[in-house]
């Protein structure tokens, strides 16, 4: 008799490990009544993302789509700050606004050759955390993609921006600005890596115009504009 009820309740045990898995693989339904799962959750946050890029990435691969929006223009690093400045006080304020310009167009180009891969990446995250990125801050989705993708898209980036600014221009425009600087007498050579610098920017620039589209669509209902929007983000908004 002892055996027997032994052997029932291993047999239950098992049966309940068994039943916990079964359980674990169905969709989990959300709080509040609403029934969407992990998965369209995070086929919602992946459409978000999309919507983003779609949306504001776009805008920066037009002309002046860096160098008009305050948000991400690029500005001189610190090391050519001095040179800017040095330039303009000895006339040649022209020089430097076509250095500073150059810049920009070559994240604009960059970010047009470079964006089917950022939108490549978006498709392949795998939100296992959905619900936690979802009730997270107004950019936390966006976060969650700059720590998941910035050192791959960096590498995708840096050889891009290396030809866009040969392509717009730009190598020639900063080694004569520079080489005018140089021989201003008793100023410190410079030799800064502008591929290295802009190619930080034009990412921190995506990400920035994601995080804003992110940031419109959790708080205007207005942005919400599919069904499965209106639905995931109805749950943040009760969080």
Do not use: H
Request: with cysteine.
């Amino acid at each position: 008799m002892k055996r027997f009820l032994l052997i029932l309740v291993i047999f239950q045990l098992t049966s309940c490990a068994e039943l916990q898995q079964v359980i674990e693989s169905l969709p989990q339904e959300t709080t509040g009544g609403i029934g969407l799962s992990n998965v369209d959750i995070g086929n919602g946050l992946r459409q978000a993302l999309d919507k983003g890029i779609d949306k504001q990435v776009t805008k920066l691969t037009q002309k002046d789509g860096f160098f008009r929006n305050e948000l991400v223009k690029i500005v001189l690093p610190d090391e050519l700050k001095k040179v800017d400045k040095s330039l303009r006080d000895i006339g040649l304020d022209n020089l430097a606004d076509e250095g500073l310009k150059v810049l920009n167009r070559a994240a604009e180009d960059a970010v047009k050759e470079a964006t089917p891969i950022f939108v490549n990446a978006v498709k392949q995250i795998t939100f296992n955390d959905a619900k936690q990125i979802l009730l997270g801050n107004q950019d936390a989705a966006t976060q969650y993609l700059k720590g998941t993708t910035k050192t791959a898209l960096y590498s995708k980036f840096n050889p891009v921006i290396k030809n866009s600014l040969s392509k717009v221009g730009a190598d020639r425009v900063w080694s004569n600005i520079i080489n005018k600087y140089n021989s201003i007498p008793f100023t410190n050579k410079v030799n800064p890596d502008l591929t290295d610098y802009v190619t930080g920017e034009a990412l921190n620039g995506v990400y920035t115009m994601i995080a804003v589209e992110e940031g419109e669509i959790r708080t205007k209902l207005s942005s919400r504009t599919t069904d499965l929007l209106r639905k995931v983000f109805a749950l943040q908004d009760g969080k």
